[in-house]
């Protein structure tokens, strides 16, 4: 009996992954990837230096369990980073000590808490924090938090999302052995020549039972199924004849993705792990150790938001960033001629950062199967969309595959 054959549109971490599983459930797998190399929004580089960074995608946070497991059977750990992603000192605006600001994260908590218990319409994250009774250099810094992490606004997001997105504690918050990038080459690897680069989908022909799928290079891919696995942001670049039906075009219309920058810089000295966040700018910096355990020579900065991107100027590249770290940060000793600035704006293959809480009804229709297609990324996963852990868990779907 011959296999089923399907094509994966993206070799990020959701079409590795989906394609991994297809061919461990017995399909013929092709994978097709616009860039010249894989992981999509993961992508591990190094600084002159030699420490390595995470142009996109960071953290491995508290119930990314998929990933993990999957990174473990092919035989990649994690790395504690001796920092955490919920503990960040504020700093800048009103101003709030460690007490004070906890005391704000508790009536937070509680306020979410009724809102659960209660049920009905679901107010904004900023509209929840504006209407608690806290002090106001904690409601900045959580407002700060919120935004940050959503890579948004606070208005356009859900308050509920506020119990991940405003967390502060201690979990731990680790990366990938060899960075984060390395679990999408191990995948490439078991692949092998299944994986072809520089091959941008253009177009689509297809029909309930089969299609075809053509490339930028002239490449045309057979096969009976399709898993698209490309960010929302650029679905609509590829062309489909049957067009696809206007509920899935509108799904992904529905879509809202968050705008956010990093920032790299080398150190001259070494200086202690931890986090501080610039409450006004709304962006956050933070110093990690290695594998040893031993500080990496390196301060790594995260922006999210339109208000970030636009006070930084980061269309103008790091030269305002740089000036406002060194104000934020003046016990580092900064090497600003080495740093490397990342957007996930410049990809064309992205456009954007992280997909911005989608809603159940909307997770549903951008799930929702058409004909031959099924539909991955980590916009697709519900609670564990703009995370790692949710491109791999939608990657390992079984409706892929049954």
Not at 57 to 73: I, S
Not at 111 to 131: C, F, H, N, Q
Not at 327 to 345: G, H, K, M, N
Request: charged share 25%; aromatic share 6%; glycine share 12%.
């Amino acid at each position: 009996m011959s296999k089923r054959s399907a094509v994966v549109v993206g070799a990020g971490l959701a079409g590795l992954t989906a394609a991994f599983e297809l061919d461990r459930h017995g399909w013929e797998v092709t994978v097709l990837e616009a860039r010249d190399r894989v992981g999509g929004r993961t992508w591990t580089q190094a600084l002159a230096n030699g420490v390595p960074i995470e142009m996109g995608a960071e953290f491995v946070l508290p119930g990314n369990t998929e990933l993990v497991a999957l990174a473990a059977e092919l035989g990649i750990g994690t790395v504690d980073k001796g920092m955490r992603y919920g503990t960040r000192e504020p700093r800048g605006g009103a101003g709030v000590d460690e007490p004070t600001l906890m005391a704000g994260v508790s009536v937070l908590r509680e306020a979410l808490a009724r809102i659960d218990a209660v049920g009905g319409p679901e107010p904004s994250a900023a509209e929840l924090i504006e209407s608690l009774d806290i002090d106001e250099g904690a409601r900045e810094a959580i407002l700060a938090r919120c935004e940050i992490s959503a890579a948004t606004d606070a208005a356009g997001v859900p308050a509920g999302e506020l119990s991940g997105l405003a967390a502060i504690d201690d979990s731990p918050s680790p990366g990938l052995a060899g960075g984060n990038q390395s679990l999408a080459l191990r995948l490439a690897e078991r692949l092998g020549d299944r994986v072809h680069l520089n091959e941008k989908v253009e177009f689509i022909n297809w029909s309930e039972t089969g299609l075809a799928v053509c490339t930028e290079s002239g490449a045309i891919f057979d096969g009976e199924g399709c898993v698209l696995a490309v960010p929302g942001t650029v679905m609509g670049e590829i062309q489909f004849a049957p067009a696809l039906p206007e509920a899935k075009a509108e799904a992904f219309a529905g879509l809202r993705y968050g705008h956010a920058a990093k920032l790299f810089v080398p150190l001259l000295e070494p200086a202690p792990p931890g986090a501080v966040m610039c409450v006004p700018e709304r962006w956050w910096s933070w110093v990690q150790s290695g594998a040893d355990g031993e500080p990496l020579p390196a301060v790594h900065c995260f922006a999210g938001s339109p208000l970030a991107l636009e006070t930084l100027e980061i269309e103008d590249g790091p030269e305002r960033w740089l000036r406002s770290l060194a104000e934020l940060r003046p016990e580092l000793a900064l090497d600003p001629d080495q740093a490397v600035l990342s957007t996930w704006d410049d990809d064309p293959f992205v456009r954007a950062a992280y997909s911005i809480s989608p809603d159940a009804d909307l997770t549903a229709a951008l799930i929702e199967p058409v004909g031959p297609f099924r539909f991955v990324g980590e916009h697709t996963a519900g609670e564990f969309s703009a995370l790692m852990e949710g491109a791999v868990r939608s990657g390992r779907r079984p409706d892929l595959w049954e």
